[in-house]
Every structure is written in C-alpha cells, then in structure tokens.
C-alpha cells in the first residue's frame, strides 16, 4: 500500500470521526439513526396521546385556517422521542383564498421541537392534488393512517373548516332547491361513496362584520361559478375508525343533539358550538398546552380558552356559544327526550318559531335550543326537572356570551341546539328521520 492510498484512509477515517462526533453530539446513534426515530416501546406506546389537526381550508376559510396552524407552532410543542406525546396536522389549504381552479395538494405534517428547541415540521405523507378533504374517504384515510403509524393509549381531533350541523350537503346555501333522495344505506358498512358535488351559493356577508366558519367543504370553480363538496353528518361518523377520546369542532353549527348522538359510538367526548364560530376560531396558541403537555388531555379547557378570549371581546366580536359533552352520557337524555316528544307531540308541532331560544342569523333556522323547545311543547315542571338531571349528566361545560353578533340574545342554554319541526321543511324532515338522534327518539314522525 502506498502513501497516498494511507493518506486517503487516514481522511476516511477522520471523516467518519468527525461526522460520528457531530451526530453524538446531537443525542444520536451513528450506527442506529436518529435515537428519536427508534420505535417507540410498548411501555411508551402505552403513556402517549395523538392530537390530529385536520384542517381543511379549501375554500374561503384558507387564510384564516393558515394563521392557526402558525399559532399552534408558537405554543407548547412535544419533542419528537417516543414516549412523547405526538401532534400531527392534516392541512389542505388554497393557493390564495380566491383561487378554487387551481388544485393544491394535502399534506399530512408532525410538528415537534427538536434537542435544540427548535420547531419542526416534518412531511410524513403527501396527497394528491385532487383530493378531497371534505369527504368520508378522505377523512379515513388519514385517521387510518395516523392509527396505523402512531400507536397510542388515545388519539383526539379538532376538526377545522366549515360545517352547517345535520344539515345534509347544500342545504345550508341552497335549501329552496334541496329534494331528499333515498339510497342504499351504507352507513357503517365501510364503504365510501364517491363525493357528489353540490351547487353553491355564496352566503350574503357584511364587510362590517366578522367572517364565520359557516361537516368540511371544498370549493371547486365550475363553470364559471362554484360548486362544493361537504360531508353529510353520517358519513363523517363512518369514516372514524378508531373511538376517540375527543372531538372538537372549531366549525360552525355542530353543536347539536343530533351531532352529537351521531358520533356517541365513535367518540367519548365532543366540544362544539351551537351557533356559528367567528373565523378566528379556538385559541390555538394555548391549546395543545391543554391537550399535549400533560399526561392526560384536558380539551374542556380548550372549550373554556375558546369562551374567554371571546367574551373579553366588545360589540359583534363578543360572541360565542360553546359546550363540552360527554357522548357515554346521551342515552339517558335519549330517554326523556323520547318520553317529552311522545307527550308533547301536538305542542312542538305547534310551536311558534319565535317564541325559542335561536342560535342562527339570516333567516338560517335550523338550529334552536333543545330545552327551550321542550319548554315551549307545553312540558310540566316535574317534566322539565327530569330533562334537567338529564342534561347535567352529559354537559359537562357550557358557556355563552349574552348576545350573538349583536343580532339574537341568549337567554336559554341547554348546551345543545335542535331541529324545530314546526319550523322546518318536508323534504328536510325525510332526511332528518334517517339521523340516529330520530331513530331513538321519533320527535319527526
């Protein structure tokens, strides 16, 4: 062997000395990768939460639903070892928040904070361009995917974008034109539909006043106009395939009974509003201090955060409604409800629409509050206490402001709101008889 071959081996093996040096110096293995990619034990497994982000910003709400995941960076982060508690964000937002023909593709990212404290924003998986987030197949891929790579004692989601409650798709922007069409029921077979895309029409807004996230909705340019693509309520239960610890809406409109007995099997705790939410939504620099940092999530402190840092507020931009519930608690309201509706079904379908608590603007009315309507029916005091035990057994928090955009006052909240038949629609009514919430206690008959 000659000098010069020496001389390269010596600079080889300073090479890997110096590069070993550097990695140790990191916390890392040089031989075994990074120690914080090392799969997690099943003693780690069995201590760490999932906290899935799924943010689907393909409409109007991009910019807004952009500005919330920046937030979430400047909060409490986990570290990205094992037993560490896991954040993951699903987002699909626009490439400006006018631009609906120009498709933009999904991410699905984990945010963590490195040995050096600095954030971190890892790409585990990239979607196509024409996915769409506001479907049932969507949505389970990436909940399938999150329980197949991140095994854990419990997994959580806040879901962000628009919603508009039961309501089926389109009827929210375009109820005039909505006719119910009976199909095959696939509902809890697995097996998902293709998403059928739906005319929309934009909702009149104010400039003056804030901008709301009026399950899911991806906008598309067609023909010169828009079309969108939302979840009906059941297929957005289907498509969970694991039961969650806790759902948290910082959407619109979800904060009814019927939503949440839609979900009881799929998750045990759910955090929504019963009026719309201002674009802004939940505070997301203190949230995953609430839900990550500690060894147990705390997501009615999510809902409490969200009520204060409105309710501080003056004029249109006091205003908020907000409940936390506990889904393993509804059959017993189920109960009541069925018994009062049985009772009082001449009353409610008498009941004159403004003599209830609403929890919607511009002619929206869709959404009333469930006790004030069983108080309305024409129910006994003994009646109303039943409901009243009822209700504390399953509402864990709720809070409101004392008026909603300066438009409607609160003075009746059950934590839940309600369809109000009497103030309904008779294609509405076919749909709504398919809902579980109906099925258990027949109030559309």
Same mark, same amino acid.
């Given at each position: ?255 009814? =009974? @019927? ?10 705790? /759910?955090?929504?509003?019963?009026? !719309?939410? &201002? $674009? #802004? ?30 309710? =501080? @507020? ?10 936390? /519930?506990?889904?393993?608690?509804? !059959?017993? &309201? $189920? #109960? ?110």
């Amino acid at each position: 062997m000659n000098r010069r071959h020496i001389r390269v081996i010596d600079n080889i093996i300073m090479a890997v000395c110096l590069i070993s040096a550097a990695v140790i110096s990191a916390g890392c293995d040089p031989f075994c990768g990074d120690i914080s990619n090392d799969p997690p034990t099943p003693e780690e497994i069995s201590r760490r939460n999932v906290l899935l982000l799924y943010s689907a910003g393909y409409n109007d709400l991009s910019q807004f639903l952009d500005s919330d995941v920046s937030e979430l960076k400047s909060g409490w982060l986990p570290s990205n070892k094992g037993a560490d508690n896991i954040l993951l964000v699903y987002k699909h937002n626009t490439v400006s928040h006018k631009n609906f023909s120009t498709p933009n593709a999904p991410d699905l990212i984990r945010i963590y904070k490195d040995n050096k404290g600095n954030v971190i924003s890892d790409t585990l998986k990239t979607f196509s361009s024409e996915s769409i987030s506001s479907s049932a197949r969507m949505l389970n891929e990436v909940l399938t995917f999150v329980k197949e790579e991140f095994p854990a004692k419990g997994y959580g989601m806040i879901f962000s974008s628009h919603a508009t409650g039961y309501l089926p798709a389109g009827y929210y922007s375009n109820p005039t034109n909505y006719q119910y069409q009976e199909g095959p029921e696939l509902f809890g077979t697995g097996i998902f539909s293709d998403p059928v895309p739906v005319p929309y029409v934009e909702v009149e807004h104010d400039p003056s006043l804030p901008m709301v996230k009026s399950i899911g909705q991806d906008h598309r340019k067609s023909g010169g106009g828009l079309i969108s693509y939302e979840m009906e309520l059941q297929d957005f239960a289907d498509a969970i395939p694991m039961k969650l610890d806790y759902i948290l809406f910082d959407t619109c409109f979800m904060g009814g =009974i @019927e939503v949440a007995y839609e979900l009881k099997d799929k998750c045990r705790r /759910i955090g929504f509003s019963q009026a !719309e939410v &201002l $674009a #802004e939504g939940f505070n997301y620099n203190t949230l995953t201090t609430h839900l990550l940092q500690n060894p147990e999530p705390d997501p009615q402190g999510v809902c409490a955060d969200y009520f204060q840092q409105y309710d =501080i @507020e003056s004029g249109v931009h006091r205003s908020a409604t907000i409940s936390y /519930i506990d889904c393993e608690m509804l !059959e017993p &309201l $189920a #109960e009541v409800c069925r018994d009062l509706f049985s009772i009082h079904s001449n009353g409610i379908s008498w009941i004159r629409p403004n003599n209830v608590q609403r929890f919607y603007r511009s002619d929206k009315h869709w959404f009333y509050d469930l006790e004030s309507i069983i108080f309305e029916s024409g129910a006994t005091k003994e009646e109303i206490s039943r409901l009243h035990d009822a209700l504390k057994g399953c509402v864990l928090y709720a809070a409101h402001t004392p008026t909603f955009m300066l438009e409607f006052e609160i003075n009746t909240f059950s934590g839940f709101s309600m369809y109000l038949p009497s103030n309904g629609s008779v294609e509405l009514n076919k749909y709504y008889k398919t809902l579980k919430w109906n099925k258990a206690t027949g109030l559309v008959k």
